[in-house]
């Protein structure tokens, strides 16, 4: 089956940088994407990689090694409003089917 | 552009009730997708439509969910008859058709409690 997992919580300070790491253990791989979610509210999207390597969006920077099924969120200069729940998403199935990994949950303190 | 819309935001009901989700996608997402999030847990996918077609219901319990999506556009989401173990969100996404790999837009989200 598939399956991705992360580490349930991460603790930081403001203004410091954090990494939320995924392991996946998936067939049929064509990329891994990270969703942020609030408590209550919807997953939004953040970042997607279809190739090895690291995309920036502002703060937020995301890496892939298909080789070690291995990636990781990096979240910079971190704001109280970041405390959220992280999760990987894998794209599998044909390349049509999100596969949602465990959560992590991000506590920003002061 | 207005996003993902789901109604109602939280609904309460004894087991063995009916229930029922809508959800209305982005104008122009051909492709909407049901997902079930457990508490602490990542979304789970129900079933995935593209157009009115159901491409990929493997993922539903059929004996007791059904969904639909007549015209292609709005899609309800039913349980008959809901068990205690149903409690969860009910989260309706949509993304553009055609194409692997595309970014899902997600709706705030159905907060189910059976008592």
């Known amino acids: 089956g598939q399956s991705l997992e992360q580490p349930s919580e991460v603790t930081a300070v403001e203004g410091a940088i954090v990494q939320i790491n995924c392991t996946y253990q998936?067939?049929?791989?064509?990329?891994l994407s990270w969703y942020q979610q609030h408590d209550g509210g919807a997953p939004t999207f953040l970042s997607y990689?279809?190739?090895?390597g690291l995309e920036e969006t502002g703060r937020f920077s995301s890496f892939l090694s298909r080789s070690d099924s291995y990636g990781y969120l990096l979240l910079q200069e971190l704001q109280m409003k970041d405390s959220a729940s992280y999760f990987c998403?894998?794209?599998?199935?044909?390349?049509?089917?999100?596969?949602f990994g465990t959560g992590t949950q991000l506590k920003v303190e002061l | 552009e207005a996003g993902v819309v789901q109604s109602p935001r939280y609904k309460i009901i004894e087991k063995k009730q009916p229930v029922a989700f809508w959800c209305n996608p982005i104008?122009?997402?051909?492709?909407l997708y049901w997902y079930r999030q457990n508490l602490g847990q990542g979304p789970e996918l129900l079933i995935r439509?593209?157009?009115?077609?159901?491409?990929?219901d493997s993922q539903l319990p059929k004996d007791r969910f059904s969904a639909e999506r007549l015209k292609g556009v709005d899609s309800t989401l039913k349980i008959q008859p809901a068990e205690l173990g149903d409690s969860a969100v009910y989260l309706c996404?949509?993304?553009?058709?055609?194409?692997?790999?595309?970014?899902?837009?997600f709706g705030p989200g159905t907060r189910l409690l059976v008592l």
């Open positions: 996404a949509s993304s553009l058709a055609g194409a692997v790999q595309e970014t899902q837009y």
């Open positions: 998936t067939s049929g791989f064509y990329g």
């Open positions: 990689n279809a190739l090895d």
């Open positions: 998403a894998g794209f599998t199935g044909g390349g049509n089917k999100l596969t």
């Open positions: 104008s122009g997402h051909n492709t």
């Open positions: 439509y593209e157009n009115e077609e159901a491409v990929d």
